[in-house]
Nanobody, 121 residues
Framework: QVQPVEFGGGLVQAGGSLTLSCALFGRTPGIFASGWFRQAPGKEREFVAGIVWHRGTTHYADSVQGRFTISSNDAKTTMTLQMTDLKPDDTAVYYC??????????????WGQGTQVTVSS
């Protein structure tokens, strides 16, 4: 598998919006799910949002429910995370993982390089 590539991070004020994209190069058609994770300084990497491909369902962490939206293009080669009403606590490096299992646990060999999101207060 080819590692995914994230785009779109940056600096934004609290209350603002930002959209991240992930190019899912070489995604195997049988993969169960893909998703976004984030890691803030001094904290563990955590789940943010995911798509279960064969059901077309989406899942979110409680902390972002109602503010973030995950989607993909029809070809399922690009995954997008629309983030609104951003808070300083959303500051983190955001990672895309193209291969999640049925419990949405990521394949450790399929991380992107990450993109920094910084929300100023």
């Amino acid at each position: 598998q080819v590692q995914p590539v994230e785009f779109g991070g940056g600096l934004v004020q609290a209350g603002g919006s930002l959209t991240l994209s992930c190019a899912l190069f070489g995604r195997t058609p049988g993969i169960f799910a893909s998703g976004w994770f984030r890691q803030a300084p001094g904290k563990e990497r955590e789940f943010v949002a995911g798509i279960v491909w064969h059901r077309g369902t989406t899942h979110y962490a409680d902390s972002v429910q109602g503010r973030f939206t995950i989607s993909s293009n029809d070809a399922k080669t690009t995954m997008t995370l629309q983030m609104t009403d951003l808070k300083p606590d959303d500051t983190a490096v955001y990672y895309c993982n193209g291969d999640l299992d049925y419990t949405l646990v990521p394949n450790p060999e399929y991380w992107g390089q990450g993109t920094q999101v910084t929300v100023s207060s």
